[in-house]
């Protein structure tokens, strides 16, 4: 069985390499300011202090996380043949039937067009997931009309 990715490929770049790159360096950073006698000195003026600049250096790396976590890594892979629908989150992967799928929402925000699917039944990854649509992924839905319909 021949499988076909209708998950984009930017995928892994968003879900991991970003998220963890970003988090790496600003959180270096963050843990030199928390950790520095002159984090006041950051901020030119004088008027802030070491206190004020340490709640906000770690602020913009807790709201940073929790925004990776939010858009970006919750995303999975989609693959698919004949009659399942393949999920990974780059370490398990998951088969569901093309029956077990309720319905289908695809949205544009900006650059991205995440597609959610919800299962009738809850899997390994939940009762739904979401990737970002590729390039196949309308051929995808003229090769299968019946998950096509399913589309909201």
Same mark, same amino acid.
């Given at each position: #069985?021949?499988?076909?990715?209708?998950?984009?490929?930017?995928?892994?770049?968003?879900?991991?390499?970003?998220?963890?790159?970003?988090?790496?360096?600003?959180?270096?950073?963050?843990?030199?300011?928390?950790?520095?006698?002159?984090? $006041?000195? +950051?901020?030119?003026? /004088?008027?802030?202090?070491?206190?004020?600049?340490?709640? +906000? $250096?770690?602020?913009?790396? $807790?709201?940073?996380? +929790?925004?990776?976590?939010?858009?970006? #890594?919750?995303?999975?892979?989609?693959?698919?043949?004949?009659?399942?629908?393949?999920?990974?989150?780059?370490?398990?992967?998951?088969?569901?039937?093309?029956?077990?799928?309720?319905?289908?929402?695809?949205?544009?925000?900006?650059?991205?067009?995440?597609?959610?699917?919800?299962?009738?039944?809850? /899997?390994?990854?939940?009762?739904?997931?979401?990737?970002?649509?590729?390039?196949?992924?309308?051929?995808?839905?003229?090769?299968?009309?019946?998950?096509?319909?399913?589309?909201?």
């Amino acid at each position: #069985m021949k499988t076909q990715s209708i998950s984009s490929g930017f995928t892994l770049f968003w879900k991991l390499v970003l998220p963890i790159t970003w988090i790496t360096f600003f959180g270096t950073f963050v843990g030199f300011i928390l950790l520095s006698e002159d984090g $006041a000195y +950051l901020v030119s003026g /004088g008027a802030v202090t070491p206190g004020v600049v340490r709640l +906000l $250096a770690f602020g913009f790396l $807790a709201i940073g996380i +929790l925004l990776f976590y939010l858009f970006f #890594m919750r995303l999975k892979r989609v693959d698919v043949d004949e009659d399942f629908l393949y999920v990974t989150n780059y370490f398990k992967t998951r088969r569901y039937p093309y029956h077990n799928i309720e319905k289908m929402t695809s949205n544009r925000f900006f650059i991205f067009k995440p597609v959610t699917v919800y299962f009738k039944e809850a /899997g390994f990854f939940g009762k739904k997931i979401t990737f970002l649509s590729g390039k196949t992924f309308k051929d995808f839905l003229v090769q299968h009309p019946n998950v096509a319909a399913l589309l909201q």
